[in-house]
């Protein structure tokens, strides 16, 4: 299963853009990129999902380059609701449909 | 996408005891799955529940521990048996369609 690095956490703004970049090294060919977010005492949301290039949905971005080695997860003017903790994850090809959760990164949006 | 629900939300039980959590999913999913939280810590996938057959366990989880049961495509459970203190955690299901989706978790505490 790929494993992913991303940062532990991350300070910002209210109306500020928020960047969290996830590096995926040894993705495989047909594995998705997938990012949710979780809140306390709640079960991950599901935010957004690529395999290349740019998604974009009405909450993220999701920008992938060429080499699929990293992503970036891109909050367009977070609120203090964004607060929360945000995982990346890869999966979807060799290892089917089981995904890895790593560390996640805590996001903080300060008034 | 999939809206999933998890009964009970949470409990308080005794060491030695066994608890089954359920899980209902409001369409026919073909893959569900089942993970556990530690308090402040990342998912770590438990099984993945197949629909007709067993369970296919990670590395560290065993049936005897962690039986789980999938009689159709829209509804499982998962026990926790024999418990002591160090299960105390929250235990979440997921379901695939095109992508993952979570329900809420049930937050088990064991004295």
């Known amino acids: 299963l790929a494993k992913t690095t991303q940062p532990i956490s991350m300070d910002s703004y209210e109306g500020q853009e928020v960047n969290i970049t996830c590096s995926h090294n040894?993705?495989?060919?047909?594995?998705?990129i997938t990012w949710y977010q979780q809140f306390p005492s709640q079960g991950p949301r599901f935010i957004i999902q690529g395999y290349k290039t740019k998604v974009t949905n009405e909450v993220a971005s999701l920008f992938i380059p060429a080499d699929r080695k990293s992503s970036t997860l891109s909050l367009p003017r977070v609120s203090l609701s964004d607060t929360a903790v945000y995982y990346c994850?890869?999966?979807?090809?060799?290892?089917?449909?089981?995904?890895?959760f790593g560390g996640g990164t805590r996001v903080l949006v300060k008034p | 996408s999939a809206v999933i629900s998890q009964k009970p939300s949470r409990d308080i039980c005794q060491r030695g005891t066994s608890l089954t959590i359920q899980c209902q999913v409001d369409?026919?999913?073909?893959?569900m799955f089942w993970y556990r939280q530690q308090p402040g810590q990342s998912l770590t996938l438990i099984a993945t529940a197949n629909q007709g057959s067993e369970a296919t366990y990670e590395s560290g989880f065993v049936i005897d521990k962690f039986p789980i049961s999938r009689p159709n495509l829209t509804f499982s459970t998962l026990t926790v048996s024999n418990m002591s203190p160090e299960d105390s955690s929250i235990y979440l299901c997921?379901?695939?369609?095109?992508?993952?989706?979570f329900g809420p978790g049930t937050r088990l505490t064991v004295l």
């Open positions: 369409s026919q999913v073909t893959m």
């Open positions: 997921s379901a695939q369609e095109n992508t993952q989706y």
């Open positions: 994850l890869v999966g979807g090809g060799a290892a089917g449909n089981k995904l890895t």
């Open positions: 040894n993705i495989a060919t047909n594995d998705y």
